[in-house]
T-cell receptor, first 114, second 112 residues
């Protein structure tokens, strides 16, 4: 079984500052990893995904994440945030053995201040 | 616009009632999953359907049931509603072989 821990429930940051949202996972099998963003009153939108290959993954809106197998982490980063990045961010995992369900973390609320 | 449409967007029910939520997926997306997202929490997997058969279920009681239809639409039914069923219900779909969910905007259910 897989599980996901998002280490910060809220991250306040000033506009144009860098940000890192932390995610750790546990799994007995190899996994695929994802970051989703949820804006108020909306569904989830995929930011980026790691399926295989390069451990540094680039996504939309200037976000990137690095898969670290030894530390079982998949932290999300952005070098300079904007007010419009204020949203809830979810890390998610799915086992790559044909498992059927995506497991989500509890979410990190990113609040960008002017 | 994700191509996954959910209805209704909002609804209010009372305890003990029954509710049906609907989802229309993109053509070719023959796998659909339903998630419950309580306020301040991450989505929790309810169940998944593939080619009109349930092929995975999370830790939800039998009063949560579903259907998938040949036209890529699906339903989530909840009987005997409880206050704790108040949540955003998300439908997600994807084509066979893919591993990325495409989500609808959700249906927000309030149980009074």
């Amino acid at each position: 079984a897989q599980s996901v821990t998002q280490l910060d429930s809220q991250v306040p940051v000033f506009e144009e500052a860098p940000v890192e949202l932390r995610c750790n996972y546990s799994s007995s099998v190899s996994v695929y990893l994802f970051w989703y963003v949820q804006y108020p009153n909306q569904g989830l939108q995929l930011l980026l995904k790691y399926l295989s290959g390069s451990t540094l993954v680039k996504g939309i809106n200037g976000f990137e994440a690095e898969f670290n197998k030894s530390q079982t982490s998949f932290h999300l980063r952005k070098p300079s945030v904007h007010i419009s990045d204020t949203a809830e961010y979810f890390c998610a995992v799915i086992g790559n053995t044909g498992g059927f369900k995506t497991i989500f973390g509890a979410g990190t609320r990113l609040f960008v201040k002017a | 616009e994700t191509g996954v449409t959910q209805s209704p967007t909002h609804l209010i029910k009372t305890r003990g009632q029954q509710v049906t939520l609907r989802c229309s997926s993109q053509s070719g997306h023959n796998t659909v999953s339903w998630y419950q997202q309580a306020l301040g929490q991450g989505p929790q997997f309810i169940f998944q359907y593939y080619r009109e058969e349930e092929n995975g279920r999370g830790n939800f009681p039998p009063r949560f049931s579903g259907l998938q239809f040949p036209n890529y639409s699906s339903e989530l039914n909840v009987n005997a509603l409880e206050l704790d069923d108040s949540a955003l219900y998300l439908c997600a779909s994807w084509p066979v072989g893919a591993n990325v969910l495409t989500f609808g905007a959700g249906s927000r259910l309030t149980v009074l």
